[in-house]
């Protein structure tokens, strides 16, 4: 479950090789709200929501993304989850000052920061938890979680994909970088509750085992305009399937095109 909670949480994290996003006008600011209901067949099983303030950090103002993730109803009875990630980020380049993880996930908890030096490519990571503090070495431009999702929405690339092509970003979790690949398998107009929405869908690559059927088990779909929303996720799981499908929003920097309104 705690997987199918940071999948609602944050949908999509990926970039394109670590150019700096200059090139294109922001395609989101402050103020921004999502809020998705993830959900395994009809039941609800919890929500997700992402939202964007403003902060001060080495004395500039940033972006400030929080990502909430929680249980409800019976699925919060039987496995309780209270999930808080956050990330200070650059308004131009989207390089991450900091990020922040409290996580309770049916008993098992995180409480970590993690400061990035992304002169020295360096990332100190405090675990107030086991009290202990470590430093990693990382690639240039290295992302964490929730800003790899902002900078991926403002690269000036995002829309030159072909079918089939992958995009790959250098992201830090779980104290160490990997490598997130993501392919673009085509274009479809989908069914949402706000009406029929123009999506560009992808396909990450995940490790497959215990939740994951296989490496291509997830789909994504986003709002083919200057956005770049996520609207739906589908994951084949061990054991059926779950979807995550955006709520409600307010606070969008540009029209959100719908095709055919409900």
């Known amino acids: 479950m705690k997987k199918i909670i940071l999948l609602g949480l944050f949908l999509l994290?990926?970039?394109?090789?670590?150019?700096?996003?200059?090139?294109?006008e922001s395609s989101f600011d402050t103020g921004e709200f999502f809020k998705f209901r993830i959900?395994?067949?009809?039941?609800?099983?919890?929500?997700a929501t992402l939202e964007v303030k403003e902060a001060v950090k080495n004395n500039k103002k940033v972006f400030h993304a929080i990502g909430n993730g929680y249980t409800t109803g019976m699925t919060k009875f039987f496995f309780k989850v209270e999930d808080n990630y956050q990330s200070f980020f650059d308004k131009t380049t989207g390089k991450?000052?900091?990020?922040?993880?409290?996580?309770?996930?049916?008993?098992?908890?995180?409480?970590?920061e993690g400061f990035f030096n992304q002169d020295k490519n360096t990332i100190l990571v405090k675990?107030?938890?086991?009290?202990?503090?470590?430093?990693?070495?990382?690639?240039?431009?290295?992302q964490d979680i929730v800003s790899t999702?902002?900078?991926?929405?403002?690269?000036?690339?995002?829309?030159?994909?072909?079918?089939?092509?992958?995009i790959i970003v250098d992201m830090f979790f779980d104290d160490e970088t990997f490598k997130f690949k993501l392919k673009l398998i085509g274009n479809e107009d989908i069914e949402t509750k706000f009406g029929t929405v123009k999506t560009l869908v992808f396909r990450p690559l995940v490790q497959s085992g215990r939740v994951?059927?296989?490496?291509?088990?997830?789909?994504?779909?986003?709002?083919?305009?200057e956005n770049k929303i996520p609207v739906r996720i589908k994951a084949s799981l061990a054991v059926g399937s779950l979807k995550a499908d955006l709520e409600s929003f307010k606070g969008l920097k540009n029209p959100f095109y719908i095709k055919v309104k409900k």
């Open 149 to 166: 999702f902002y900078y991926l929405r403002n690269h000036p690339n995002v829309d030159k994909l072909k079918v089939g092509e992958s």
């Open 212 to 225: 994951f059927k296989e490496e291509e088990s997830l789909t994504v779909w986003i709002t083919d305009d």
């Open 13 to 24: 994290t990926v970039s394109f090789n670590q150019i700096e996003t200059t090139q294109k």
């Open 127 to 142: 675990d107030y938890k086991n009290k202990t503090e470590n430093t990693f070495s990382t690639p240039e431009n290295v």
């Open 39 to 47: 959900h395994y067949g009809m039941v609800t099983a919890g929500y």
């Open 96 to 112: 991450p000052y900091q990020y922040v993880r409290k996580i309770d996930e049916g008993g098992y908890t995180k409480n970590q």
